[in-house]
T-cell receptor, first 117, second 113 residues
Framework: GAVVSQHPSWVICKSGTSVKIECRSL??????MFWYRQFPKQSLMLMAT?????????EQGVEKDKFLINHASLTLSTLTVTSAHPEDSSFYIC?????????????FGPGTRLLVL | GDSVTQMEGPVTLSEEAFLTINCTYT??????LFWYVQYPGEGLQLLLK?????DKGSNKGFEATYRKETTSFHLEKGSVQVSDSAVYFC????????????FGKGITLSVRP
């Protein structure tokens, strides 16, 4: 099946620093990727849709200047949490549909746990 | 807007017990419905799906039927195994290909030997 990886799997940073999270589709090309955020014991909340070669589409209430998304190639999307604060601590997950397969099915990365001190 | 409601968890069962996890949804259109599963240390993966009313999705002994009249997509398995221990998410997609998913909160299932 299609594989999506994320890096790093976890990161601890100081308040005020920026953190970059990578999402890669390993065996397929993804023109669209999705970024989710998950709080403990809560649902995955969609943050934004990453579009290759164009600007990301952010969900209501998500600060686009805070969460910078770059989809520079067909296999890589990055999420940068700028000037991170403790309230940004969360589990960040990306997903992508495989355009060569069932496009309604999304393939998820294993997630990145961010802790901001 | 779209929403998905799952029963509260966690759920703990003995091996070979019958499993039902309830899921209901609210959507403006005609959504596709999904169950995703997350095993410990892994990413979410599709368990099964149904794209229209009365469709039954099935995989690995799990089944769920798309019930439009009750707006439900309950997950069932006749005999669970220890290896089924995971977090289960119900989700819907309202706009076809490449569209975003709306998830329920997820429920943790633990199966005892």
């Amino acid at each position: 099946g299609a594989v999506v990886s994320q890096h790093p799997s976890w990161v601890i940073c100081k308040s005020g620093t920026s953190v970059k999270i990578e999402c890669r589709s390993l065996d397929f090309q993804a023109t669209t990727m999705f970024w989710y955020r998950q709080f403990p014991k809560q649902s995955l909340m969609l943050m934004a849709t990453s579009n290759e070669g164009s600007k990301a589409t952010y969900e209501q209430g998500v600060e686009k200047d805070k969460f910078l998304i770059n989809h520079a190639s067909l296999t890589l999307s990055t999420l940068t949490v700028t000037s991170a604060h403790p309230e940004d601590s969360s589990f960040y997950i990306c997903s992508a549909p495989n355009p060569l397969a069932d496009q309604e099915t999304q393939y998820f990365g294993p997630g990145t746990r961010l802790l901001v001190l | 807007g779209d929403s998905v409601t799952q029963m509260e968890g966690p759920v703990t069962l003995s091996e070979e017990a019958f499993l039902t996890i309830n899921c209901t949804y609210t959507a403006t259109g005609y959504p596709s419905l999904f169950w995703y599963v997350q095993y410990p240390g892994e990413g979410l993966q599709l368990l099964l799906k149904a794209t229209k009313a009365d469709d039954k999705g099935s995989n690995k002994g799990f089944e769920a039927t798309y019930r439009k009249e009750t707006t439900s997509f309950h997950l069932e398995k006749g005999s669970v195994q220890v290896s089924d221990s995971a977090v289960y998410f119900c989700a819907l997609s309202d706009s076809g290909a490449n569209s975003k998913l709306t998830f329920g909160k997820g429920i943790t299932l633990s199966v005892r030997p």
